[in-house]
């Protein structure tokens, strides 16, 4: 089977530039009988609709500016290829029911997500919050009583084991971390040949130690359920890193520890994005805080596009698509 569909890209031109940059774009191009760029910011919702419409395309490339499909979609069309990560608001589920396949980035930015992790992780043990501040607007400088860690050595706990949780482990290895995981699908014996051990409870990961790595998936089960308790049982000196999704944490309950000092925190993802201006997580000096860009990077968007060809290769052909969001993996997603 080979095929050369009529391809319609919803992508902004910048866009087309960081997920799609030569020979990327080209290869898409060679793939398609047709294809049409259309930036869905040039114009209104409605004339985006129109556009696609008179596409009728049989594959549909979506990227984040990428406006919701209509309810009703143009016949011919058959596969969407995501670039980006969640389809939540750009398709719906009866959507999915009815046959339209949807594929996201799936795995290709989890490295790029890990190394933030990292980041965030080294940030806190090194106060680096506490010296910017100090050193911009106060003159500061090291003294006797200057207090700094190293990861080397320390103990890690991944609240979460999925595809990031996998590529930190690897990036943690230099440090020669021992890491601790809790989530539904580990058990002793989880992936081999990483050394991993198995929390038996959310209150042995946090209790066990010294820095805790926030990457659980957010659902109904997983919703504010880390909880005060919990973040208390962080030694004082200790680490609670979320790079994975605010509502996951009871953040009031994380603020209330935040304002004690007693443990540095770094945080990507907030319950309520933006970021309120009047937060009192903001200026909190043991409190490492960043704009949910934990990845992927402007840089390794291409990885993203690497992947959305690859599936579009294989749909050519008739090769099984990576990353298919199915109307299972749709209800999970945030």
Known sequence: MNRRPAVFAAVTDAELLEFLPEPLLGEVRALAGSFTACDPTAGSVEDFHAAL????????????????????????????????GSVRRLVTR????????????????????????????????RRA???????HHEGAWKNG???????????????GFGQIARELVQLLRPFGTPIMAFAPDVTPGTAPGLGLACAGSLEELFAENDIIVELAPLNDS???????????????????????R??????????????????????????????????????????????HIAGPT???????????????????TGRPLQAVVTPEVYDTAT
């Open 298 to 316: 402007t840089d390794r968007r291409r990885d993203a596009g690497a992947f959305a060809l690859a599936n579009l290769r294989a749909y050519c």
């Open 145 to 159: 009583g200057s207090e700094t860690a190293s990861l080397f050595g320390r103990r890690v706990g991944l609240h």
């Open 129 to 135: 919050t506490y010296w910017t501040i100090a050193m």
């Open 222 to 244: 997983t919703r504010g359920i880390v909880r005060e308790e919990h973040l208390r049982l962080v030694r004082p000196g200790g680490v609670f890193v979320n790079v994975g």
């Open 53 to 84: 419409a008179a596409a009728n395309p049989e594959v549909l490339v979506g990227g984040w500016k990428t406006p919701a499909l209509p309810a009703t979609l143009p016949p011919n069309l058959r596969y969407v290829c995501y670039l980006c």
């Open 94 to 125: 009866p959507q999915l029911e009815a046959g339209l396949t949807v594929t996201n980035w799936g795995g290709s930015i989890s490295r790029i997500v890990a190394e933030w992790a990292l980041f965030h992780i080294l940030s806190c043990l």
């Open 246 to 291: 605010g509502a996951v944490v009871d953040e009031a309950a994380l603020l209330r520890v935040a304002q004690e000092g007693r443990i540095q925190i770094g945080l990507d993802v907030y319950t309520v994005e933006p970021l309120p201006a009047d937060s009192p997580f903001r200026g909190l000096r043991n409190v490492t805080l960043t704009p």
